[in-house]
C-alpha cells in the first residue's frame, strides 16, 4: 500500500507545478489499498479539499493505481476520520501549516528566480556596484530645501507594505523577484522597472516595498514615491508658482523615483513633457525610476510615443490576478494578522468564489469579520455565505463559459460553432484552448463540466489546454498581453 502512494505521490509531483502538488496532493493520505476488492481509499484533510481533488484529480489518480496493480481501481475520496470527529470550526494550526507550506513553495521558486537573474548579471553587477554608488545620487545625502516654498511635498512610503508581508505565487513571482533585484541592485538591474496589471493586485505594494528597502539600506536616500495624479497636480502648481527651477531640482536629484499609474498622464502633453525631463536626468544620474500601470505601455492611450520607448528600454512585468493557492494564502495570513482562526475551509469557499484581486479579498474577509462579530456567532462557510450573499450573488452572474467562447471566438475571427466542432486547423485549436483555460480560471466549473461544454470533450483535453496555455502565456509576452485584454473585457 505504502510502495504505491509513495510512487504515485512521486509522479504526481513531477507532473503539477509545485504550489499544486503542495497545496493538493501532499496533504492527502491512503487509509486503505485492497487490491482484490480493486478499490482504494485517500483521506482529504476538509471537505473542500476533498470534493476539489475528486473533481481534478480522481482520474489520473485512477489511471495510476491501474497502471500500478495492472487492472482497473476505483478511487473512492473520504475525510479524514481524525478531521470528521472533529467540531465543524476548525483550528488555526493546521490552517497556519498549510498557508506555510504554499508561502515555502512560492518562495523557493521566487529565489530560483531571483538566484538566476543574481547568476546571469553577477558580473556586470558586482564590476558596476560600487561605480554607482558612488557616481549616483546614492551617496545618501539628505535632500536640501525641498520644503521651500513652492517645492513639491515630499511623499512618505508606507513602512508596513514591505516584502516581508508580500503573498507570493505564481501570478505575482516574477514581478517580486524583479522588485528585489531592483532593491538590491537600484539602477543596475532593470532601469526604468513598469509593472502593470488591473487594481488591487500588489503594484503599490511592491513599488513600497521597494523604498523600503531601500530607505533601510541607505539611510538618508533620497526617495519619492506619487501618484501621478500627484504629479500632474505638482506640474500645475509649479507653473502656478513660477517655480519650475525648484521643481526640476527637486525631482532631477532623486535617487529613487516610484511613480503609480501612469495612465493618469494620457492627454497631458505639458505634464509628459517634464516627465521625459526629469526621466533621462534621473537615469543619467544613475537614479532608479519604477512606474505602474494598469495596461501595457505600448497600449496606453495618449502617451508620447518618446515616452513609451523610455517605458520598454527596461523591464516590464506583468502582475496577474492570484491563483486560488495564494488567494486563500491572502486570506489566512490577513485574518492571522488580525488575530482570527479562520479555518481552511472557509478560507477555500472565499477564495474559489472571489477571484479578482487582492483588494476585494480583504474587503470580504473585512465584511465576514464584522457581520461574525455583529452577530456573535463563529466564522464558519455557512456564516460566509450570509456576509457575503450580494458579492457572491454579483460573482456568480459574472462570467460564463458561453459568455468566455463568445468573446474568444469574436476575438480571433472564428465561429462560436468552431468552439464545440472537431475541427483542428491551428487557429480555431489555439482559439479553443484560450476559451478552455479562461473558463478553468474564471469560472467554477470543473475540467469535466468544462470539457462537456466544449463539444463533450475528455478532461484531460482540457487540462492538456489549461496546462498549455499557462506554459505559453509565461514565456510569450504577445500572448500573455492578448490574455489580460481578454480577460479585462469579460469581467467588464
Not at 63 to 86: G, Q, T
Not at 437 to 465: M, N
Request: charged fraction near 25%; aromatic fraction near 8%; charge should be neutral.
Amino acid at each position: 500500500m505504502n510502495d504505491f502512494w509513495q510512487q504515485c505521490s512521486t509522479l504526481l509531483e513531477q507532473e503539477l507545478p509545485s504550489q499544486q502538488y503542495q497545496t493538493w496532493i501532499k496533504p492527502l493520505s491512503l487509509l486503505e489499498f485492497d487490491i482484490e476488492a480493486s478499490t482504494l481509499h485517500i483521506a482529504a484533510p476538509n471537505r473542500f479539499k476533498l470534493d476539489w481533488v475528486k473533481s481534478q484529480f480522481s482520474s489520473r489518480i485512477a489511471d495510476l493505481a491501474r497502471d500500478f496493480c495492472c487492472k482497473p481501481m476505483v478511487v473512492h475520496f473520504v475525510l479524514d476520520p481524525k478531521v470528521a470527529r472533529r467540531a465543524n470550526g476548525a483550528t488555526m494550526a493546521g490552517s497556519v501549516d498549510s498557508a506555510s507550506v504554499q508561502l515555502a513553495a512560492a518562495a523557493d521558486l521566487t529565489a530560483q528566480i531571483t538566484s538566476l537573474n543574481s547568476t546571469t548579471s553577477e558580473t556586470s553587477i558586482g564590476q558596476q556596484k560600487n561605480s554607482a554608488a558612488a557616481g549616483s545620487g546614492w551617496s545618501g545625502s539628505p535632500l536640501t530645501n525641498h520644503e521651500s516654498s513652492g517645492a513639491p511635498e515630499r511623499s512618505k512610503l508606507n513602512p508596513v507594505l514591505t516584502f516581508e508581508n508580500f503573498v507570493t505565487g505564481k501570478a505575482n513571482q516574477l514581478a517580486r523577484a524583479a522588485a528585489i533585484q531592483v532593491a538590491d541592485n537600484p539602477a543596475v538591474s532593470y532601469n526604468p522597472l513598469f509593472l502593470y496589471g488591473g487594481v488591487g493586485l500588489g503594484k503599490t505594494h511592491l513599488i513600497h516595498a521597494i523604498g523600503n528597502q531601500l530607505r533601510q539600506q541607505k539611510v538618508g536616500a533620497r526617495i519619492r514615491y506619487i501618484h501621478a495624479e500627484q504629479y500632474v497636480s505638482d506640474v500645475v502648481k509649479a507653473y502656478q508658482r513660477k517655480a519650475f527651477d525648484e521643481f526640476k531640482r527637486y525631482y532631477h536629484s532623486l535617487d529613487l523615483l516610484l511613480i503609480d499609474d501612469i495612465q493618469f498622464f494620457s492627454g497631458k502633453s505639458r505634464t509628459q513633457e517634464e516627465f521625459f525631463y526629469a526621466f533621462e536626468a534621473l537615469v543619467a544620474n544613475k537614479a532608479q525610476v519604477i512606474i505602474t500601470s494598469d495596461t501595457y505601455p505600448k497600449e496606453i492611450s495618449g502617451i508620447d510615443d518618446r515616452l513609451i520607448s523610455r517605458f520598454d528600454s527596461g523591464l516590464t512585468v506583468a502582475v496577474e490576478p492570484p491563483e486560488l493557492e495564494m488567494r486563500v494564502a491572502i486570506l489566512l495570513r490577513k485574518a492571522h494578522s488580525e488575530g482570527v482562526d479562520l479555518s481552511e475551509d472557509v478560507a477555500f469557499f472565499v477564495a474559489k468564489h472571489l477571484r479578482s484581486n487582492v483588494r476585494e479579498l480583504e474587503g470580504a474577509l473585512r465584511k465576514i469579520l464584522a457581520y461574525a462579530k455583529f452577530h456573535g456567532r463563529e466564522i464558519t462557510i455557512e456564516l460566509t455565505k450570509e456576509a457575503l450573499k450580494d458579492l457572491l450573488t454579483v460573482q456568480n452572474r459574472q462570467i460564463s463559459v458561453d459568455n468566455i467562447q463568445k468573446t474568444v471566438a469574436d476575438r480571433y475571427g472564428i465561429k462560436i460553432a468552431d468552439m464545440y466542432s472537431k475541427k483542428r486547423p491551428a487557429d480555431i485549436a489555439r482559439a479553443r484552448q484560450i476559451a478552455m483555460y479562461l473558463a478553468k480560471e474564471l469560472t467554477q466549473k470543473s475540467l469535466p463540466e468544462i470539457g462537456e461544454l466544449f463539444g463533450g470533450r475528455d478532461h484531460t483535453t482540457v487540462l492538456h489546454a489549461v496546462r498549455k496555455i499557462a506554459d505559453v502565456r509565461s514565456k510569450d509576452a504577445l500572448l500573455n498581453r492578448e490574455l489580460h485584454v481578454l480577460e479585462q473585457t469579460l469581467k467588464g
